[in-house]
């Protein structure tokens, strides 16, 4: 009767299955220790650092500056009109005397050109633009202006109504040209800025308006030049922080031509509304 023998693995097969774990085993150990091999340099530090170029490896986007120098003037300011330094030797009365508070300035600054002084930084400047100034001058209920034979300003009284308004009042087209100086604030997210210079006025119209009442409401109108200086340029000052701006303008030259009417400067203070 024949006997079943056990089976046996042959020795050749575990030999081969040994030889393939141990080759990946090796293959694997030797991959990893050759991609964290650490190769020491045989630098001085120093020498190293100092031929890195900050400017080099910031310029493309790391630098806490902006790419651009953008100044601070287009939008919508609002200010009050005064008139000071006043002179009414040649006449008897004072009679351009202003209300302040009903005496407003409306400033449309449109355009905007901003012009970076520095090569690596971005927080001085030159501003320039163009813009449209609305001049009102509210004057006594009852006075009004005009201009004689030889084109000097005289007071004029009308009585029409106890409810008159009487006003004089300015379109010019201005031009700037400001240094403007900015602060970072909050990792340069916000900057406080403050810039000052000259602002160039081309007088575009003036007109006198009285508003009375009869039997309806009615307002009288003359448009005319009133001596008025064609061309005046004045002080600019403006500065703020985020939504919070200010601004002064001081005229260099009188409101009338020289001899031809009171000599009366312009000065206005006010808020800018809107920032485009």
């Known amino acids: ?37 650490i190769v020491p340099v045989q630098k001085r530090t120093e020498k190293i650092l100092r031929k890195i170029d900050l400017r080099e490896i ?19 300011d609002f200010g009050f009109n005064m008139l000071v330094n006043t002179d009414y030797s040649a006449y008897d009365s004072e009679f351009l ?16 050109q901003s012009i970076g002084l520095q090569k ?63 602060i970072p604030v909050n990792h340069y997210d916000n900057r406080v800025y403050i810039s000052a210079g000259l602002m160039g006025s081309l007088r575009l119209g003036s007109h006198t308006k009285i508003k009375y009442k009869t039997d309806q409401k009615e307002k009288l109108k003359v448009d005319d ?4 200086q064609p061309f005046t340029y004045s002080l600019m000052i403006r500065t703020g922080y985020r939504w919070f701006n200010v601004f002064a303008s001081y005229d260099l030259m009188p409101l009338f ?18 920032r485009f």
């Open 97 to 112: 005397e202003n209300d302040i508070f009903r005496s407003n300035s409306a400033y449309f600054n449109i355009v905007q």
């Open 120 to 182: 690596h930084r971005n927080t001085l400047g030159l501003v320039t633009g163009l813009g449209l100034h609305l001049q009102s001058y509210r004057l006594d209920d009852n006075t009004s202006i005009y201009i004689d034979e030889n084109d000097v300003v005289q007071p004029q009284y009308l009585y029409y109504d106890q409810n008159q308004k009487s006003k004089l009042a300015l379109v010019s087209l201005t031009i700037p040209l400001l240094m403007e100086w900015q």
């Open 58 to 76: 910031t310029r493309n986007g790391l630098t806490p500056y902006k790419t651009k120098f953008s100044g601070h003037y287009a939008g919508i």
């Open 1 to 37: 009767m024949n006997r079943r023998k056990p089976l046996k693995t042959k020795p050749f097969v575990l030999r081969y299955f040994l030889s393939i774990l141990f080759l990946t085993h090796f293959l694997f150990v030797s991959y990893a220790q050759e991609t964290d091999t």
């Open 257 to 274: 031509k020289k001899e031809k009417g009171p000599e009366l400067t312009p000065f206005t203070v006010g808020i800018t509304l809107l």
């Open 225 to 228: 030049h009133f001596s008025i």
